[in-house]
């Protein structure tokens, strides 16, 4: 009920697809006209502008005679290039005269140009037009053919121009991809943020107002947020349910252990120490299957810290030195640099104790700890002098109860080592693999990521 | 005879118990219950409790809270679950002396019990009084006092405090204080110390800070206040 309850009313409007649709092609038609305009609008005709002085200097004082003004027709030479263009007369037959190639084409800017006030000039294609000059209620415009200054003055108006109006174009574009970008993949991004709060163990990810939204993604959101609630929940009863089971299973051990220690010292026979031993034995084993499946649920409580592990190393090998001085002296460890990482420096001791263990005991030979950076990832590595493993087994070295060589049964432990410290590896962010060296005996291989 | 009292809801267990201890001429007295163990604690003369985590009633921190709350500092030994690292930090924040993961090896509990109890025996014998650093320790009447303030602390913090005082000024190894205090060595990842070292911080004036952190080695009490 709670859910319905939330869950924002969605119309058809509200849906992405919809939306999407809309927008691109809304976008498309945009981009489409926008370069339509840009190719008209530049070829638009240019703005007349007032005369040029040495123009209306060499034109003026030819245009002041009457009777010459009169006789001006239209494509008559007046001076030098300057031709005549359009006449109109005040009175007469003939009020308007066009010169027949420049009237054919441009007779809307020739009869623009007559009605205004003041003399202007403006280019027309390969020609520069001029007027109106005015002489007793008559009119001329005048035309000739544009110097070659002119020429390049214009072509350059115009590149700048159109220069101009595509970087408009250009970057008004840019912004929209940008703010079109933002509104997509912010969303987006929320949520495999999400993502990562959940895998990282949280029971209510940051959705900002992500399931307030009325389309596919405030869905998305809100069945995130429902699986995060759920995953949450599951992993509450796992834990209660292994706190149970590991109580369940402690309490009789303990006993066990305690009602041995009270038998007898007198009943201390081979069948007793047998006793001690599959009582320590068993032990060992229900820790490391609650271990195991603390792991493998995720619910461990990761504490990163700057770990030393030329440090932990060295405490490491003085420990397994302590205990038994012959395996000690087989340790050999990298003598350059060890680094410094941010992880769970007691899962890390773990994994580290579990391979050096592992190789000590099913081999002979020295087992050489070591330390080099790789690409992105640290890798380190522990090597023996043994046998090997058959390429077709080397896969199922990290499974549970697995054992290379089960004819060792007593000497090595119980088959959870290797898998416990993969299961440590993957929740380190990191992986561990075994891989056969040529020169012989077997290499496993931690890589952690650099932080 | 020592007098130590088991706050443990398993009866075959707390049975047991009593006939190891026995042996080892300690007496155990059992409650099975966290209020009645709370009302045994703060009334009876014990040396030592052992104390459960899991109790009907009220749990383990719980009783171990209240009774600190009421400035009873008899030496506190937890019995946690294995594996559970919040629970055996949370135990020595709120004043424990120590902590046993469960199941125990009982030749284990029996020397952390013993390691306690001559300590507590400890504190009475080495009558000498120790002035250093602004602290005023003395072991026959089992007081402590920081610039004339006495404070109210636990058998293990007073076994640190003595130690960091006996060598003032000068850098404590935490192994040294470890086996001074705990009766062990430290293992690897023991943040028990780092623990009570806190704790004991939290009830001295905030300044100057008198115990000082050499980093990843130990601990020194300053004499310059």
């Known amino acids: 009920m709670n859910e319905a309850r939330k869950r924002p009313k969605s119309r058809w409007y509200h849906s992405l697809t919809w939306r999407l649709l809309l927008l691109f092609w809304a976008l498309l038609f945009f981009t489409a006209s926008s370069g339509y305009f840009l190719a008209v609008w530049n070829r638009a005709a240019p703005e007349p502008k007032p005369v040029a002085e040495p123009i209306r200097r060499t034109l003026q004082p030819l245009l002041e005679d009457p009777a010459t003004f009169l006789s001006l027709q239209p494509g008559r030479l007046l001076a030098g290039d300057y031709r005549v263009a359009a006449r109109v007369l005040e009175s007469g037959q003939q009020k308007l005269m066009l010169d027949d190639f420049l009237g054919e084409r441009y007779s809307q800017t020739l009869l623009r140009f007559l009605n205004y006030d003041k003399t202007m000039q403006m280019p027309l294609d390969d020609r520069l037009l001029i007027g109106p000059f005015e002489l007793g209620g008559n009119k001329v415009l005048i035309t000739r053919p544009l110097q070659a200054q002119e020429w390049q003055d214009q072509a350059k108006a115009e590149r700048e121009l159109t220069r101009a109006r595509a970087w408009t174009i250009l970057s008004g574009s840019l912004v929209i991809a940008i703010l079109l970008g933002i509104w997509l993949i912010r969303p987006i991004r929320r949520l495999s943020a999400a993502t990562r709060e959940i895998a990282e163990g949280s029971a209510e990810p940051h959705l900002a107002k992500l399931p307030q939204r009325r389309d596919e993604i405030g869905e998305l959101a809100r069945s995130l947020a429902q699986t995060a609630k759920d995953l949450a929940t599951s992993r509450d009863a796992q834990r209660r349910l292994l706190s149970d089971v590991s109580h369940e299973l402690r309490s009789p051990m303990a006993r066990m252990q305690v009602a041995l220690d009270l038998t007898d010292a007198a009943a201390d026979d081979r069948h007793m120490q047998q006793l001690r031993r599959d009582t320590e034995r068993l032990n060992s084993i229900i820790e490391r299957i609650l271990s195991l499946s603390k792991l493998e649920n995720g619910l461990v409580n990761l504490n990163r810290e700057d770990v030393h592990v030329g440090e932990l190393v060295t405490q490491l090998v003085d420990d397994i030195h302590y205990a038994n001085a012959e395996l000690g002296q087989r340790l050999q460890q990298h003598d350059g640099d060890w680094p410094i990482l941010q992880t769970d420096p007691e899962l890390l001791r773990m994994i580290l104790e579990n391979l050096v263990r592992n190789a000590l005991h099913y081999t002979e030979g020295p087992v050489e700890l070591d330390y080099r950076s790789v690409g992105n990832q640290h890798r380190i590595a522990i090597r023996d002098h043994g046998q090997g493993v058959a390429p077709e087994l080397l896969e199922k070295l990290f499974e549970p109860f697995y054992r290379g060589d089960p004819s060792r049964t007593h000497k090595s432990g119980v088959g959870l080592g290797l898998a416990l410290s993969q299961r440590a590896a993957t929740v380190l962010g990191g992986e561990l693999s075994a891989f056969n060296r040529d020169e012989g005996g077997l290499e496993v291989v931690l890589l952690l990521p650099h932080y | ?225």
Do not use: W
């Open chain 2, 1 to 225: 005879m020592h007098s130590v009292l088991l706050i443990d809801d398993d009866h075959e267990m707390s049975a047991m118990l009593t006939e190891l201890f026995k042996r080892e001429s300690v007496e155990l007295s059992v409650v099975d219950d966290g209020v009645k163990g709370l009302d045994a604690a703060l009334n009876g003369d014990y040396e030592l409790i052992l104390l459960d985590v899991m109790l009907p009633g009220i749990d383990g921190m719980q009783l171990l809270q209240r009774l600190r709350q009421q400035h009873r500092d008899t030496a506190v030994l937890m019995l946690t679950a294995r594996g559970d690292d919040d629970d055996r930090v949370m135990g020595l924040e709120l004043g424990a002396d120590d902590y046993l993961p469960k199941p125990f090896n009982p030749r284990e509990l029996i020397a952390r019990v013993r390691a306690l109890l001559r300590r507590t025996a400890n504190t009475t014998m080495q009558a000498e009084k120790l002035v250093a650093g602004g602290f005023e320790l003395d072991p026959a009447k089992a007081e402590v006092s920081c610039d004339g303030q006495s404070l109210v602390i636990t058998p293990t913090e007073f076994d640190i405090l003595r130690c960091l005082m006996q060598q003032a000024g000068q850098m404590v190894s935490k192994d040294q204080l470890s086996v001074a205090a705990l009766g062990r060595k430290m293992g690897p990842f023991d943040r028990s110390l780092d623990v009570h070292i806190s704790n004991i911080r939290k009830k001295l004036p905030s300044k100057p800070e008198r115990i000082q952190t050499v980093r990843g080695r130990g601990y020194r009490l300053t004499t310059q206040v």
